[in-house]
C-alpha cells in the first residue's frame, strides 16, 4: 500500500480505495496523529533507559506518550505499565495475581482467548480453580453465579470485559465490582474494545487492572498498556525478565515508536470522542436498518444490551458467513474475533448466548469506527444485501425465516 493510499485511508476518503472497510474492532486505521508521533520517533536515535541526550529524548516522548493515556483513562501516568498489547496485559495481569492455588480466577465464559486461554492455562494441574460464568441470551453477565462463588471462595482475581469484541455487548461492571470487593478479591477487566469508542474515567470506575491495545483506537500495533491501580496488592511477578523497564514490570527495550504513537492516538481520541461515538452510532443504527428491512430473516445479537457504538453482530440464516464474507471482497467484514480466524468452531461468544452451532456459523460481525462514512454504509448495504441474496439463491435457501 501506498503512503498516499494510507493518507487517504487515515483521513476517512475510504470512497476513493477498493475496499469498504468495516473491521475496526480488528484494527482500526492508524490515525494520522499517531502516524506523524511513530514517524517521528523512528526518524529519532535514543534508547530510553540510556542517560545521554538521545536517550532523554526518547524518554520523554515515552513519558508524553504516559500522560497522554492517562489524560484518556481519567488515571495517573504512573499507573501505568507499556506492554507489547492487550494480550500481554491480560496475562501479566492473570499471572500476577493468581498464586496457584491461592484463590481461584473467576471470568466469564465470553471473553477474548487472551483472557480465557490465559486462565485456563495458569490453573491446569491443581493449580487453583477457574469458575467461568454465564451470560444470558443478551450477552450480559449472570449474577447469580458470581454470587455463589464469591460466596465459596477463596476468590484471587475477576476478570470481565467491558465490551465484547464479537457483539459489542457492554458488561455493566458495577455490580461485578461490588460482589467481587465483598470477596476480598482483585477486579480486572479487559477494555480492548471500550477505550477510544467510549468515556472511561479510571477515577470513577473502581477497577484495580485494566488492559488495552493501542491499535484498536486508532494506534500502531504492537504495543498497549495494563492500568494498575496505586496501592493494590500486585504482586511483582513479571512475564518478561532481564532488565528493570517499566519499574521492573516488562523487561525489554521499550518501544519508543510504537508508545509515541499509542499516546498521540489517545490525545486524539480523547478530544473527539463524544463526537465521534454519536456519529459512529448513527451509521450502525443505518446499517443495522438497512439490513434487517431490506433481508427477510437476518437478526442483531445483543441488540437487547448497551453496545458500543460501531459494533453488530448480524445472522444471516441458513448461509455460511465465510461464504458471505468470500463472495464481497469489497467489504472488510469478520465472521468473528480477528484472533480466533481459522477455528474450526463456531463462535464460543454465540454459542454463550444461546445461538444454534449453525447460526452461530451464519453471523458477521461489522465494526466501524472514526473513519467510517455515510458512503461506506451506503456501499457496504447494497454491497451486503446484494450478496447475501445471490448466496441464498446459488444455495437454494429461503429468504423468509
Known amino acids: 500500500m501506498t ?75 504512573g499507573e501505568l505499565v507499556f506492554t507489547s498489547g492487550a494480550t500481554e496485559a491480560n496475562n501479566l495481569a492473570l499471572r500476577a495475581v493468581h498464586s496457584g492455588g491461592g484463590g481461584a480466577i473467576v471470568t466469564t465464559v465470553v471473553e477474548h482467548p487472551a483472557v480465557l486461554e490465559a486462565a485456563r492455562a495458569i490453573t491446569t494441574g491443581g493449580r487453583g480453580r477457574l469458575i467461568e460464568l454465564p451470560v444470558n ?21 475477576v476478570s470481565a470485559m467491558l465490551a465484547n469484541n464479537e457483539t459489542g455487548v457492554l458488561t455493566d461492571l458495577t455490580p461485578v465490582i461490588k460482589l467481587t470487593r465483598e470477596a476480598g478479591a482483585l477486579v480486572h477487566t479487559d477494555a480492548t474494545q471500550y477505550v477510544g469508542r ?99 430473516g437476518c437478526r442483531i445479537n445483543g441488540i437487547k444490551s448497551p453496545r458500543l457504538p460501531g459494533v453488530t453482530s448480524v445472522t444471516f440464516p441458513d448461509i455460511p458467513a465465510d461464504a458471505v464474507l468470500a463472495a464481497m471482497p469489497d467489504v472488510a467484514a469478520s465472521d468473528g474475533s480477528a484472533c480466533a480466524s481459522g477455528a474450526p468452531s463456531p463462535s464460543h461468544v454465540l454459542l454463550a448466548m444461546g445461538l444454534s452451532r449453525e447460526d452461530a456459523d451464519s453471523t458477521v460481525r461489522f465494526s466501524l469506527g472514526y473513519a467510517t462514512t455515510e458512503h461506506d454504509i451506503e456501499r457496504a448495504l447494497d454491497t451486503v444485501v446484494r450478496t447475501v441474496r445471490e448466496v441464498r439463491r446459488l444455495m437454494g435457501t429461503s429468504a423468509e425465516p
Open 3 to 77: 503512503w498516499q493510499h494510507l493518507e487517504l485511508n487515515m483521513a476517512g476518503a475510504a470512497e476513493h480505495m477498493d475496499v469498504v472497510y468495516l473491521d475496526y474492532n480488528a484494527t482500526a486505521p492508524l490515525r494520522p496523529e499517531a502516524l506523524e508521533a511513530t514517524l517521528d520517533a523512528l526518524r529519532s536515535v535514543g534508547n530510553a533507559s540510556s542517560v545521554h541526550q538521545a536517550g532523554r529524548g526518547a524518554a520523554s516522548r515515552v513519558d508524553l506518550a504516559r500522560q497522554r493515556l492517562a489524560r484518556l483513562l481519567g488515571c495517573a501516568p
Open 137 to 157: 441470551r443478551d450477552g450480559a453477565i449472570e449474577l447469580g453465579p458470581l454470587e455463589a462463588a464469591c460466596q465459596r471462595g477463596p476468590v484471587s482475581i
Open 198 to 296: 467510549l468515556p472511561l474515567d479510571l477515577s470513577e470506575l473502581d477497577v484495580d487492572l485494566l488492559s488495552l491495545s493501542a491499535h484498536k483506537f486508532g494506534g500502531p500495533q504492537g504495543v498497549g498498556a495494563l492500568f494498575v491501580r496505586r496501592g493494590v496488592p500486585f504482586p511483582h511477578r513479571p512475564l518478561l525478565l532481564g532488565g528493570g523497564q517499566e519499574r521492573g514490570w516488562r523487561a525489554g527495550t521499550l518501544n519508543v515508536p510504537g508508545i509515541a504513537g499509542l499516546g498521540a492516538a489517545a490525545e486524539a481520541v480523547r478530544v473527539r470522542l463524544h463526537d465521534e461515538a454519536a456519529r459512529v452510532a448513527g451509521l450502525r443504527d443505518a446499517l443495522e436498518a438497512g439490513l434487517t428491512s431490506r433481508l427477510p
